[in-house]
């Protein structure tokens, strides 16, 4: 949900919120949000409880920007709705995160601040990657988390699942209101940055996580064969083995259901919440992966292709190689990684931002570029929307169906590799946090492109 601001507005604003990350940032006393003044702000928030964070952040902040999201919600229409045929099965994509986002574009410059946008969005790569695959025409099943009702916070959240084409009956309503992630997307003297507070959240109650536990359970008995997709991370409060155990070898697996992995890798800078990774990685659970290059470099720590005191040489090599158009030493990690993966169907995606994406298996490794977009797109949501397509072309009848849990070919492998690239693609040249529907890809497609075998 994007808000554009009245010059006399998004003045008043920019004047308010440079007084907020003053005043929380003490004894800083910056005339205009800088790049300085965020960095000081997401310091202080990342030093703070989860409480302190509550009060002494994200409250006042809503008091600030609150009513700009009552006002847009009254005009906000929800898409037209899909209805599930009778018969059919469908994906099943779990929402850890009960959390929307906000994003403030703040310009300074000329020793003024303007906040002449705002956007609001439902956020979570579980709810962007549902909403891809609705606008593909596929309604998965979206067992989730939310906040208490009653908490404003929840309540937006609601309205803008609602809007996304969403749906959020199989939701567990929690004990304690939504949580909210923050983003400053500060432009200081044309430079921008972003700048992200993301809520810690305090662990979910015992009962929540059985009652999640168990609609996913019943999304995956009833369809069987679906993709399961994780996303990010297990709910707070979980064990490191709960989707190992809980979820995979007692749900997906007696199901027939493939195990797709969708990372975020600022869940991963915390080393407290990365045991979980580690566990996958040595019980060999996953059927597909997607990591960022970033992401992947982190993985290769986790499944102990390489040592920690090796990670920042093996990421400034793979970086300058890619840089190069150079894909040899990223396709000997990438299978090392894949020997982690399930050792019948494991694939591996990475994806390279402007410079195409990879996909490796076992046997193969392909390669396709980026096709061309043009400026002013956001790449938020891009890789969800490359997720949701490659599920998409793995059902698709006419070409013939894919199966997760097999052993693919090179042809198998170049069909979900376009089927990404084009997707994602689309998704980043929209602006704000749209995600691309079947029109924006194959808008792309007309830029026809070919991938490469790397040898």
């Known amino acids: 949900m994007r808000i554009q601001l009245s010059q006399s507005k998004a003045q008043e604003l920019g004047r308010k919120i440079r007084d907020f990350g ?48 009552d006002n847009a919600v009254v005009n906000l229409k929800s898409v037209s709705t899909l209805e599930r045929v009778s018969g059919e099965t469908y994906p099943i994509v779990p929402a850890f995160k009960d959390s929307p986002d906000v994003i403030l574009k703040i310009i300074s410059k000329n020793g003024k601040t303007t906040i002449p946008e705002i956007n609001f969005d439902k956020g979570g790569l579980a709810h962007n990657t549902t909403e891809a695959l609705k606008l593909l025409g596929i309604l998965a099943y979206t067992p989730s988390l939310l906040g208490n009702i009653s908490d404003p916070i ?8 609602d809007v996304s084409g969403i749906d959020t009956s199989l939701s567990v309503r929690t004990v304690a209101g939504t949580y909210l992630h ?46 399961l997709v994780l996303a990010a991370i297990p709910p707070v409060g979980t064990d490191n083995r709960y989707w190992t155990q809980q979820l995979i070898e007692e749900i997906a697996e007696p199901n027939n259901n493939p195990v797709l992995f969708n990372p975020k890798q600022y869940d991963y800078l915390d080393n407290t919440k990365t045991s979980f990774l580690i566990d996958l990685f040595l019980q060999k659970k996953l059927n597909l992966i997607k990591p960022n290059l970033e992401e992947f470099v982190q993985f290769l720590k986790f499944a102990y292709v390489i040592k920690g005191s090796e990670e920042d040489e093996v990421r400034q090599r793979l970086y300058k190689d890619v840089e190069k158009g150079k894909f040899k030493n990223l396709t000997e990690l990438g299978k090392k990684l894949v020997s982690k993966l399930d050792p019948d169907s494991g694939v591996l995606v990475i994806s ?34 490359g997720i949701a397509s490659i ?8 070409k013939g169906k894919i199966n997760f849990k097999s052993k693919l070919n090179d042809a198998d492998l170049n069909r979900l590799l376009l089927a990404f690239i084009y997707a994602a693609s689309a998704t980043a040249s929209l602006p704000g946090n749209k995600i691309a529907g079947p029109h924006e890809i194959n808008a792309l497609k007309q830029q026809e492109l070919k991938t490469r075998l790397i040898k």
């Open 352 to 385: 390279l931002g402007k410079h195409g994406a990879v996909i490796i298996n076992k046997k193969y490794a392909l390669y396709s570029k980026a096709p061309e977009i043009g400026k002013g797109g956001c790449p938020s949501g891009a890789g969800d929307s």
């Open 22 to 69: 003053v005043s929380y940032t003490q004894p800083n006393q910056e005339k205009v949000f800088s790049h300085n003044l965020a960095q000081e702000v997401e310091k202080t928030f990342h030093h703070q409880t989860s409480q302190d964070q509550r009060t002494e952040f994200v409250e006042p902040l809503w008091k600030i920007i609150g009513g700009y999201s």
């Open 391 to 398: 599920i998409a072309e793995a059902r698709d009848l006419i």
């Open 154 to 161: 929840s309540l937006l959240h609601k309205h803008l699942l």
């Open 182 to 227: 923050t983003c400053f997307y500060v432009e200081d003297n044309g430079e921008p940055k972003e700048f992200w507070m993301a809520q810690v959240r305090e662990p979910f109650e015992k009962t929540e996580i059985s009652e999640l536990t168990d609609l996913i359970k019943k999304c995956c008995e009833t369809n069987p064969g679906e993709p």
